[in-house]
């Protein structure tokens, strides 16, 4: 499995418990990051080939480049270049099928843009809510993104980023909310919530207090999706202030 990000790549070879990280950005191109991952694997075997695409993807094809990775994506043919069947996706959704409970769930993906995917009753659409409009003309991503954390500091980064879950969540009416990313670790201020390494689960580490008990009802089992390497948050709602965690929060 290959989750591509626009700071990061990371491969998911077959008994493998970490990922191979390999750095991307605007200069990184499919047949860059082909080159790259094959490197990388060098003596693994693997079969077939999931990608995780930052950017919309259709029928299986990545409709636009990415925003913030090289040119190029749109029409390479994936599968000829690993000389296996290649199956594309875009990478929120992926994230979002590790993380599936049931029911409504939304997942953003906080990394250098702003992922997002709705799964409803086991039905998933991946979105893309990052470039709609938020606030004084600027959009999700501009607010939230990688770029706007190290703008603006974690304490203003962190409180639009509740604000914004709450917004999403009651416009799409979602159950709960699911953050992932490799910026969701930098919700840090909420010092209730604390880090716990998940040794059996698909999630490496996850935000909350570790109870599979929400409502007095015992969770379902997650799905068996191996993403590994999700960071996540999950919530049932917003904060109005950023020193508490959002209403009817469920925590795993």
Known sequence: MIDVGGTHIRVY????????????????????????VRSAVDGCRYDVVSLGYPGPVVHGKP?????????????FDFRKAFCRPAQIINDAAMQALG???GGGMLFLGLGTGLGSALIVDGVLE??????????NGKTFEACIGDSALKRRGQ????KSVFDVVGKLKNALQADYVVLGGGNARRLTVFRHIHFEERTRARIKVVFGSGSQEANGRR????????LRSCTSLDCQGAAASPRKLPDGLRTH
């Open 99 to 101: 993380s599936y409970r």
């Open 63 to 75: 409709l636009h480049n990415p925003v913030n990775l090289g040119p190029g994506w749109v029409g």
């Open 155 to 158: 304490k203003k980064w962190t």
């Open 219 to 226: 969770q379902p089992p997650r799905t068996r999706t191996d």
């Open 126 to 135: 991946p979105m893309e809510l990052a470039h709609l409009p938020y606030k």
């Open 13 to 36: 070879p077959i008994g493998r418990r970490q990922p191979i990280t390999i750095d991307s950005g605007p200069a990184m191109t499919p047949k860059k990051m082909i080159q790259a």
